[in-house]
C-alpha cells in the first residue's frame, strides 16, 4: 500500500468491484493502516477508494446497459433452468426498489458489484446511480479505512471477524441458489418439461 499509494488503492477498488473475489475488506484497512503511519492523509485514502468504488460500478453498470433486456432474455433461454420470466421479474423488481437496493446493495459483499448490472439493463439515470454508488461506497470504505487507521498494526482483528460475515453471506447465497434450483426442478417435473417421454 506504501508503494501504490492512495491512487493504486483506488484502482484496487474498482478491480475488487469488477472482480468481487478481490477483498475489499483486506484493501481498506490497508489503506487505513498507511495513511495511520503516514504514507497519505486519510482524506487521500477515502476519496480515491470511494473513486475507485465508482469507477468500478460503472464499468457493470455499461455491461448491464450493454445487454439490456433483450440480450439478457436471449442469455436466460440459453440457461438451463433459467426462465426469460425470471429477468422479467428481477427487472420488475429493480423499478419498484432500485434506489434502496443500490445504495444499500454497495454494504453487502457479492451484491456490491452485482447490484450495477440490474442498474445498467434499467438504464438508471447515471447521475442518480453515481450519486447512491459514491454515498453507498463511502460509507463501505470510511468504516473498514477507519478500522485501519483507528486499530493500527492490530487491523487483522477486523478482516477475522468481516470473513465470518462474508462466509454468512456466501452460504445464504449458495442455500437461495440450492433453494431456486430444487423450486425449479419440481415445476419442471410437474408440467412434464422436465420428463423426455412427455416430450
Do not use: C
Amino acid at each position: 500500500m506504501d508503494v501504490i499509494g492512495p491512487v493504486g488503492a483506488g484502482i484496487a477498488i474498482a478491480l475488487e468491484n469488477v472482480f468481487p473475489p478481490l477483498p475489499s475488506e483486506a484493501i481498506l484497512p490497508m489503506a487505513g493502516l498507511a495513511a495511520y503511519r503516514g504514507a497519505f492523509s486519510l482524506v487521500e485514502a477515502l476519496a480515491w477508494t470511494t473513486v475507485g468504488s465508482v469507477v468500478g460500478a460503472f464499468v457493470l453498470y455499461g455491461l448491464g446497459a450493454w445487454l439490456g433486456m433483450p440480450r439478457l432474455r436471449v442469455v436466460a433461454l440459453r440457461l438451463p433452468l433459467v426462465d426469460p420470466a425470471d429477468i422479467d421479474r428481477t427487472v420488475a423488481w429493480f423499478h419498484r426498489h432500485g434506489g434502496k437496493a443500490v445504495f444499500f446493495g454497495r454494504m453487502i459483499p457479492i451484491f456490491r458489484s452485482l447490484i450495477s448490472i440490474p442498474a445498467g439493463v434499467t438504464r438508471m439515470p447515471l447521475w442518480r446511480f453515481g450519486l447512491l454508488t459514491a454515498a453507498g461506497s463511502l460509507v463501505w470504505n470510511t468504516i473498514f479505512v477507519m478500522s485501519g487507521w483507528y486499530l493500527g498494526e492490530a487491523w487483522p482483528v477486523v478482516e477475522r471477524y468481516v470473513v465470518v460475515v462474508q462466509y454468512l453471506v456466501v452460504a445464504a447465497v449458495v442455500a437461495a441458489g440450492l433453494w431456486f434450483l430444487v423450486v425449479r426442478l419440481r415445476r419442471r417435473r410437474g408440467d412434464g418439461t422436465g420428463d423426455p417421454d412427455a416430450a
